[in-house]
Nanobody, 118 residues
Framework: QVQLVESGGDLVQAGGSLRLSCTAS????????MGWYRQAPGKQRELVAL???????NYADSVKGRFTISRDNGKNMVYLQMNNLKPEDTAVYYC????????????WGQGTQVTVSS
C-alpha cells in the first residue's frame, strides 16, 4: 500500500504561481509513476501531469508550458510547479501513484484545493 499526502493548495490571483507537494509513504519501492490529477466542480477528474521512474513526463495540453512536474525519489515526493495560473485551473488537485505490488494498483491523496481568482 502507498499512502499520499498533498500540500500547497491556496487562493491565488490569475497570473500567479503555486507549488504543490506530495509525500508518499508505505510501499514506495513499488511506485512506477507519480503525478497529479484535478477535479473542478461539476467536471470529471482529469490528468494534469505524470512522471515515470524513467523521468519521462506527460502533461495535459491545457497546462503545457505553464506547469512543471518534478520528483525527488530520495524523499518519495512529487511536486507540481504551477505558473501563470488561470481561473480555469481552479480545482481540487489530487496526488496519484501507480505501483506494482502483486499486480498493478493506484493510490490517491485526499486532495488540495487550488482557487484562482480573476
Amino acid at each position: 500500500q502507498v499512502q499520499l499526502v498533498e500540500s500547497g493548495g491556496d487562493l491565488v490571483q490569475a497570473g500567479g504561481s503555486l507549488r504543490l507537494s506530495c509525500t508518499a509513504s508505505g510501499s514506495t519501492r513499488s511506485i512506477l509513476v507519480m503525478g497529479w490529477y484535478r477535479q473542478a466542480p461539476g467536471k470529471q477528474r482529469e490528468l494534469v501531469a505524470l512522471v515515470a521512474n524513467s523521468g519521462s513526463t506527460n502533461y495535459a495540453d491545457s497546462v503545457k508550458g505553464r506547469f512543471t512536474i518534478s520528483r525527488d525519489n530520495g524523499k518519495n515526493m512529487v511536486y507540481l510547479q504551477m505558473n501563470n495560473l488561470k481561473p480555469e485551473d481552479t480545482a481540487v488537485y489530487y496526488c496519484y501513484t501507480q505501483q506494482w505490488e502483486r499486480g498493478r494498483s493506484t493510490s490517491w491523496g485526499q486532495g488540495t484545493q487550488v482557487t484562482v481568482s480573476s
